[in-house]
Structures are given as structure tokens and as C-alpha cells.
T-cell receptor, first 115, second 113 residues
Framework: NAGVMQNPRHLVRRRGQEARLRCSPM?????VYWYRQLPEEGLKFMVY????????ESGMPKERFSAEFPKEGPSILRIQQVVRGDSAAYFC?????????????FGSGTRLTVV | AQKITQTQPGMFVQEKEAVTLDCTYD???????LFWYKQPSSGEMIFLIY??????QNATEGRYSLNFQKARKSANLVISASQLGDSAMYFC??????????FGQGTELSVKP
């Protein structure tokens, strides 16, 4: 049973390009959470999705960032027109239900570097 | 507002000794969960231990135990018999009813041989 798979592990983008980060949850998990970790900081919640629904996007920047979790396929975190401040590690976690009582499984993260 | 505070940016411990990593939290929710994660230099987040707010006993997982003091709103992680492989960043986190985690700033633990 594969864990939460994130790809790519490392992503380099030039300023102004788009970044697409993928997260395949564990089998049977329909809840996905995205977190961002800036250098020297803890993880910060971005967005919580179920299949085809955004449940909570209170941590998402208002512009340039979007997330989806389609019926088929991985969850995608999309960052348009990246800037240097977007350089961070982005983690995805999945859960079979609302994380309360289930806990999370984290992926290994995608390290985005904007040059 | 909900908040997690880790006041120790860095800690040193001698191999085979025990170490306590501090964590305090603030929430008005009656139901919450507390987690500890380990992040080694390779970067992945490794779940260590979980404590529910209604759990009567302190959680233990092998060499990890959580010293949960609800009245003080503290959830310190105790690592017994430290090993060199325990050197890493350690994050305390709280889960609220919305299901998302709020993380502390982390404590960097260095185990000395």
C-alpha cells in the first residue's frame, strides 16, 4: 500500500512561470490537505479538499494559487506566475475522512525553487 | 485564536539520555488533537505520536511519550534513550475541529555521541 505520493520532489521554475505540484493520496483516502513550509518555519495550512470539493481554503493566498482534487487523478496545487517568495516546501497529507480521529499521512513534499 | 508555541529553537542531548521538547497550545475548542512530527534533514514529515484532548492517559509510542497536562495546556514530547538518528527538527501540532493542523515553529534536536 503506497503512501502519499508527491511529485516532483524538486521543482525549479523561473519567475513568471507556472508550477504544478501533484499529490496522490493513499488508497482509500478521499481527503487531502496542502501545507507550505517556508525556510526555517513550521508548516502552514493552505487548503483542504475532498473529491471535487474545496472544503477550506482559508490558508491559500488570494491570487495566483489554486487547488483541485478531481474525481479521477491526483490533487493538483497550481501556482501561476511564480515569484521568489513562493520558494518553499509544499506538503500534501491525506486522510480517509476528516482528520479528526483518523490522523494524517504526509507525503515527502515538493521543494519549489524560484530563480 | 489557536496557537502552538515551541520555545526551544534548539536542544542538545547526549546519546542514551532522555530529552523533553516543550510545546504549549492555546485553543477554546473542547475537542482537539495534539501531534508530534519529526522532520529529518531529508525533509519528510514523520508522524511520531498523537494525544486526543479527551484521552485519559498520556500517549506512548516506543521511546516516545507525550506528557499531556491539559490544565497547563502543554503537550511535551519525551524521547527516552536518545539515538544519533533522533537528530532532526521536531514539530508540535494541534488539530482543530476543522481538521487542519496548526504547527509550532519547531525545535532542532541534536544528539551528541
Amino acid at each position: 500500500n503506497a503512501g502519499v505520493m508527491q511529485n516532483p520532489r524538486h521543482l525549479v521554475r523561473r519567475r513568471g512561470q507556472e508550477a504544478r505540484l501533484r499529490c496522490s493520496p493513499m488508497k482509500g483516502h478521499s481527503h487531502v490537505y496542502w501545507y507550505r513550509q517556508l525556510p526555517e518555519e513550521g508548516l502552514k495550512f493552505m487548503v483542504y479538499l475532498q473529491k471535487e470539493n474545496i472544503i477550506d481554503e482559508s490558508g491559500m493566498p488570494k491570487e495566483r494559487f489554486s487547488a483541485e482534487f478531481p474525481k479521477e487523478g491526483p490533487s493538483i496545487l497550481r501556482i501561476q506566475q511564480v515569484v521568489r517568495g513562493d520558494s518553499a516546501a509544499y506538503f500534501c497529507a491525506s486522510s480517509p475522512g476528516p482528520a479528526t480521529n483518523y490522523g494524517y499521512t504526509f507525503g515527502s513534499g515538493t521543494r519549489l525553487t524560484v530563480v | 485564536a489557536q496557537k502552538i508555541t515551541q520555545t526551544q529553537p534548539g536542544m542538545f542531548v547526549q546519546e542514551k539520555e532522555a530529552v523533553t521538547l516543550d510545546c504549549t497550545y492555546d485553543t477554546s475548542d473542547p475537542s482537539y488533537g495534539l501531534f508530534w512530527y519529526k522532520q529529518p534533514s531529508s525533509g519528510e514529515m514523520i508522524f511520531l505520536i498523537y494525544q486526543g484532548s479527551y484521552d485519559q492517559q498520556n500517549a506512548t509510542e516506543g521511546r516516545y511519550s507525550l506528557n499531556f497536562q491539559k490544565a497547563r495546556k502543554s503537550a511535551n514530547l519525551v524521547i527516552s534513550a536518545s539515538q544519533l538518528g533522533d537528530s532532526a527538527m521536531y514539530f508540535c501540532a494541534m488539530e482543530n475541529q476543522g481538521g487542519k493542523l496548526i504547527f509550532g515553529q519547531g525545535t532542532e534536536l541534536s544528539v551528541k555521541p
